[in-house]
């Protein structure tokens, strides 16, 4: 109980994991042309998905087709914040309601958009708790205050759900491909490399063609994700160095997903995940030459 009443995850940790969520949504709609990343606003009524009640206070919603730049420009704005760690207790609300509407309102939103929107939510009231000025400042808690106990009880609540929300992303992402035939098979990135929409660019074709044609290399790379993702899900459990290791290992695992199949948000997004389900709540990120490490 002693370290409960101790927790503090308020370090720059947590606030580089807002500022990767937020920075894959700030760039999916700076670089993506408005006609190709949103649904007309007058056809939402035809998605049944959409609830009248989320149609009515999603944030894309409050503008006309015309004026949908506006739009933009104040998400990226409030991402920006967002961004920069500027008042979480402000803008972990805001975060989350624009990841959330760019999510139900986006046609070309993918598994990446959703993670976000859901990590964004239970972030909410960390957020709240988070009295800084900037998510890169270093929290000093008085812990003998019951105020401070109720506080940590609180927010080891709150980011034991968002470990455990990660663990089990990583767990269904893997456990699932057990029963599709091409992943059980072992040829699955076979197909996903020559994949027309999610392939690998043509530049990197010929270097990994070779080793695709050889049945074994093939088999070994698609259960190796298997089990990799499920090592990241029981990656909790390790010990501090080893968490840290296999969260290096996940973040060229990542990489190597935009690389192949170009999906920057989502990895910026999963970088983020890798964060909270990996790196030690207690062990702050140093940034050297940087005033607000202090």
Same mark, same amino acid.
């Given at each position: ?10 370090? *720059? ?8 969520? =937020? ?12 006609? #190709?990343?949103?649904? $007309?606003?007058? *056809? ?13 206070? *999603? ?18 704005? @409030? ?11 402000? !803008? ?5 309601? +624009? ?7 986006? @046609? ?7 993670? *976000? ?7 909410? $009231? ?37 470990? +455990? ?23 699955? +990135? ?5 994949? $027309?929409?999610?392939? =690998? ?17 093939? #088999? ?13 899900? +029981? ?16 973040? =060229? ?15 910026? !997004?999963?970088? =983020?995940?890798?964060? @909270? ?6 062990? $702050? ?10």
């Amino acid at each position: 109980m002693k370290k409960i009443f101790a927790f503090s995850p308020l370090t *720059n940790v947590y606030g580089l994991a807002r500022t990767l969520l =937020a920075l894959s949504t700030f760039l999916t709609i700076l670089f993506t042309d408005s006609d #190709v990343l949103f649904r $007309p606003l007058g *056809n939402f009524q035809h998605f049944g998905y959409l609830k009248h009640f989320l149609m009515e206070i *999603n944030f894309y919603s409050f503008f006309f087709n015309e004026n949908i730049v506006w739009a933009k420009v104040i998400s990226l704005f @409030i991402l920006g914040l967002v961004i920069s760690g500027w008042r979480p207790r402000i !803008t972990g609300l805001l975060h989350w309601y +624009i990841s959330c509407s760019f999510a139900l309102s986006c @046609i070309i939103v993918d598994g990446g958009d959703h993670i *976000n929107t859901i990590l964004c939510f239970i972030l909410v $009231p960390i957020t709240l708790l988070d009295s800084r000025k900037n998510h890169w400042q270093t929290y000093h808690p008085v812990f003998d205050k019951l105020s401070e106990k109720y506080r940590s009880i609180t927010l080891f609540a709150f980011y034991t759900v968002l470990k +455990i929300q990660v663990a089990m992303i990583y767990f269904q992402s893997s456990t699932a491909k057990f029963f599709v035939k091409e992943w059980a098979n072992g040829t699955a +990135i076979y197909y996903w490399f020559y994949d $027309p929409s999610f392939g =690998a660019p043509d530049w990197l074709l010929p270097i990994i063609k070779p080793l695709l044609h050889y049945s074994l290399i093939t #088999v070994f790379i698609t259960w190796s994700v298997l089990v990799f993702e499920l090592a990241l899900c +029981i990656g909790p459990l390790l010990s501090e160095k080893n968490r840290k290791y296999l969260f290096f290992l996940g973040v =060229a695992f990542h990489f190597s997903i935009f690389i192949i199949h170009g999906l920057a948000s989502f990895s910026l !997004t999963m970088y =983020a995940a890798l964060l @909270i389900l990996l790196w030690p709540h207690d062990s $702050p990120i140093v940034f050297k030459n940087l005033k607000f490490n202090k």
